[in-house]
């Protein structure tokens, strides 16, 4: 039998671990509200975002029950079993979206440079589709990855590509997934179609420091939005 890799944990991980031995040890008891995360976050000493995911990490365990506005209670003191992601370890929802900003502001600007009529028609009907999903409300469209891997697909480098396209794969992950649903609000929904305009728009015109921005906007936008939630809950206790 071939040895297996060890992975190391990602810290929301540790986190959730951490946790769960205090929920294990009574001294959070099932039914009670864990402390507000700005508290909770000082005691263990990390990030409010990391936090956040180990949070999320814990609701889908079936340890706590996250109530946006409200707070995170204890519903039982057993873990059930959820599936690993392929390689046994899922990445910080964050993480990806820093990632992604990095990597997919760059294909936006090669794309302004390289992409052909097709490309950008590709892109248009992306656009459309997404735009027309986003006005009625539904919290998920799979033209939202359409239209990112046609901007990476313009930019000309197969190998940056593949990067987006992993990272897009990353990010479809059951923590990142439940984060989107727990967190993000229709509103922001909303805020994308102009977000996705203004990255498509500056495609057009051939305006790479444009496009650049945009999307490096757009997606910074998206990490921003979970952490005003954090620390609106927190303003809410």
Not at 4 to 29: N, T, V, Y
Not at 120 to 148: G, I, T, V, Y
Not at 189 to 202: P, T
Request: proline share 5%; with cysteine; charged share 30%.
């Amino acid at each position: 039998m071939p040895i297996q890799p060890i992975a190391a944990p990602r810290l929301h991980e540790r986190i959730a671990e951490e946790i769960a031995r205090l929920i294990d040890e009574g001294a959070f008891a099932v039914g009670t509200r864990l402390p507000a995360e700005r508290s909770l976050a000082r005691s263990l000493a990390v990030s409010r975002s990391s936090l956040r995911e180990a949070l999320g990490a814990l609701e889908m365990q079936g340890r706590i029950a996250i109530k946006v506005g409200s707070g995170a209670y204890v519903t039982s003191a057993r873990a059930r079993k959820r599936p690993r992601p392929p390689g046994g370890v899922e990445s910080s929802p964050f993480e990806v979206l820093r990632a992604r900003r990095m990597v997919e502001g760059e294909t936006a600007a090669l794309a302004a440079r390289h992409a052909e009529p097709a490309d950008l028609r590709a892109m248009s009907r992306a656009f459309a589709r997404l735009a027309a999903d986003m006005r009625a409300n539904r919290m998920q469209s799979p033209a939202d990855r359409e239209f990112h891997l046609c901007i990476a697909a313009a930019s000309g480098n197969s190998a940056l590509a593949r990067c987006v396209e992993r990272l897009w794969e990353e990010g479809s992950q059951p923590l990142s997934a439940r984060m989107e649903e727990l967190f993000v609000t229709r509103l922001r929904k909303r805020d994308n179609i102009g977000e996705h305009r203004a990255i498509l728009d500056a495609i057009r015109d051939g305006d790479a420091a444009a496009a650049r921005r945009a999307m490096r906007t757009h997606l910074r936008n998206a990490e921003r939005q979970r952490m005003v939630l954090i620390k609106a809950d927190a303003r809410g206790r």
